[in-house]
């Protein structure tokens, strides 16, 4: 199927343009110091747990790359299928070889700094992540994947997009990439882990744009999908709340409620920027954040 004039001068094109514009490779990035500061940090801060705290979001993160990257392919079959455009295609085919960088970016940390295997980061998946990160992400990509009626697909759709671009990288990542400057930049501590997550959170603005723009486009043709990306969130929000509490030690790296009060206020944004909200102030916001990816 031939790329169409409009689909030429898109949105979705334009992210898939910026994609291959902004590309960088995980082993560029040095990772001399952080080898020297997890020394310092198992050595200097045991009492506080920080090595704990750093495994555990490092963990989280590993686990999420992986899913997200194996649980991507799903909706990119849809798109062609449904009649979507070749443009949505063309990005997630993008987003799919970035996914593989972020996991293997992560990968190579877990190797190369932390000195284990990736396979350890399944200790730290509680069931609230491993709800929203693998096993509920998972079951509706499948869906998708094996779904032939016409209409079924395109709510299926909106659904996997909801719950991949909305509650996992709008809503948990983002607060991730939060608790990553609150723990680390102001130390800094683990340069190299900063600058993956600068990249992989600069790729990931993509995505959630995608997303954004998606659910807009798709509810405004059919408001009757409205309700389905509301019931989605509020499904995931007691998962991503309760990832976010697992890491409230008692000296944590991070303060909770903030942690708490950003994935709440992303939400928001993302409903607002998607039009099914009327909240000006949260879509500034998000667009603010996102034109800077």
């Not at 790329?3 to 949105?11: F, Q, V």
């Not at 877990?110 to 730290?124: P, R």
């Not at 019931?231 to 409620?257: H, K, W």
């Not at 708490?260 to 206020?265: E, K, N």
Request: aromatic letters at 10%; charged letters at 25%.
């Amino acid at each position: 199927m031939p790329l169409l004039a409009t689909e030429a001068e898109s949105s979705y094109f334009q992210l898939f343009v910026k994609a291959k514009r902004l590309h960088w490779d995980p082993a560029t990035i040095d990772l001399t110091r952080d080898r020297d500061d997890w020394a310092m940090i198992r050595r200097d801060h045991a009492a506080e747990q920080f090595e704990e705290q750093i495994l555990r979001l490092c963990s989280l993160f590993y686990q999420g790359e992986e899913s997200v990257t194996k649980t991507l392919a799903p909706l990119l079959s849809a798109v062609p299928r449904a009649g979507l455009g070749l443009d949505k295609e063309l990005h997630l085919a993008a987003q799919l070889y970035e996914e593989a960088k972020h996991f293997d970016f992560f990968q190579r940390y877990f190797t190369d700094v932390l000195e284990q295997d990736g396979a350890a980061s399944q200790a730290w998946m509680q069931p609230a992540p491993q709800a929203v990160l693998v096993d509920d992400l998972d079951a509706v990509t499948d869906r998708l994947r094996r779904e032939d009626d016409p209409e079924a697909l395109r709510a299926g759709f909106v659904e996997a997009v909801t719950h991949y671009m909305g509650v996992v990288e709008a809503m948990l990542a983002r607060t991730g990439y939060v608790g990553v400057s609150d723990a680390l930049s102001a130390r800094g501590w683990l340069p190299g882990l900063q600058e993956g997550f600068r990249l992989i959170r600069r790729d990931e603005g993509r995505h959630v744009a995608f997303g954004i723009r998606c659910i807009a486009e798709m509810t405004a043709a059919r408001p009757d999908y409205r309700p389905l990306v509301q019931a989605t969130f509020e499904r995931q929000l007691p998962n991503v709340l309760g990832t976010i509490a697992a890491f409230d030690y008692p000296t944590p790296l991070v303060d909770i409620m903030k942690l708490q009060q950003f994935a709440i206020g992303a939400y928001t944004q993302f409903m607002a920027a998607a039009g099914l909200t009327d909240d000006a102030d949260a879509l500034a916001a998000l667009r603010a954040e996102l034109d800077e990816v």
